[in-house]
């Protein structure tokens, strides 16, 4: 396959942070990484005449890439999501919030808010010798309530990966680009980010041996850390960005 086919390259050297991301796509005409991103998504080099990005802060996009195409009156926008990892089985947070975020979100009703407050620490355990005193653990409901929360997941599936994946608005995500940095090279992958959702959550929804929940390849889990501070109890969801150099 070409490269703007499986979209994945070895590069000379690594990216440190979006703003390099940046650099490269503003000094396209002499960066060959950012001629083949503008490949991948579509665009004939020669047609290209004039590409500014920037970085985003806030939102699912990390870098907005804005391309004047000759001859077209209307400026093409492209919104990346950056993830950085440094090994093949590094996790990244895609999503994080307060249960009653997610509420807003996606209208979550009394009984499963119970529950994702309970699993990551808002209400304390109420059953007997937990195994952690501070949550409580998917296995450790009762088999009528954790179906109770899977129903609810599985219902609900695809407004959620779309939501913590890509997000909403204009701001939301319409490629996703892993830069991998190893200790002698480092290579990227550009894909669709209905490829990454299709990838990420197209498998089911099934409770963990630690007691967490995998909705697909995402998994979701009380945050913790931060020094046992009210933020670890969160609730956050998590996955590993170099998988999407296997597809």
Request: hydrophobic share 40%; net charge positive.
């Amino acid at each position: 396959m070409d490269l703007t086919e499986r979209g994945s390259h070895a590069a000379k050297a690594g990216f440190k942070n979006e703003k390099d991301i940046v650099n490269k796509f503003n000094n396209w005409k002499k960066d060959n990484d950012a001629k083949s991103w503008l490949k991948i998504m579509g665009y004939n080099l020669s047609e290209i005449e004039y590409v500014e990005a920037i970085v985003i802060s806030g939102f699912k996009t990390d870098v907005q890439v804005q391309v004047t195409v000759k001859l077209k009156k209307a400026i093409d926008v492209e919104n990346l999501q950056v993830k950085l990892v440094s090994n093949s089985k590094g996790f990244n947070q895609i999503d994080k919030r307060w249960i009653d975020k997610y509420v807003k979100m996606w209208s979550i009703p009394d009984n499963v808010v119970v529950i994702l407050k309970k699993y990551t620490g808002e209400i304390k355990p109420t059953i007997k010798n937990p195994k952690d005193l501070r949550r409580t653990f998917i296995n450790e409901f009762s088999k009528k309530n954790q179906q109770i929360l899977l129903n609810w997941l599985t219902k609900n599936k695809s407004l959620i990966v779309n939501d913590i994946i890509k997000g909403r608005g204009k701001f939301a995500a319409e490629w996703m680009l892993v830069a991998q940095k190893a200790e002698n090279n480092a290579r990227w992958i550009l894909k669709p980010i209905n490829v990454v959702i299709n990838h990420f959550g197209n498998s089911e929804i099934i409770v963990t041996k630690q007691g967490n929940i995998k909705i697909g390849n995402i998994t979701m889990q009380r945050k913790g850390g931060d020094g046992e501070r009210e933020t670890a109890k969160m609730l956050q969801f998590k996955i590993n960005p170099a998988e999407l150099f296997q597809i």
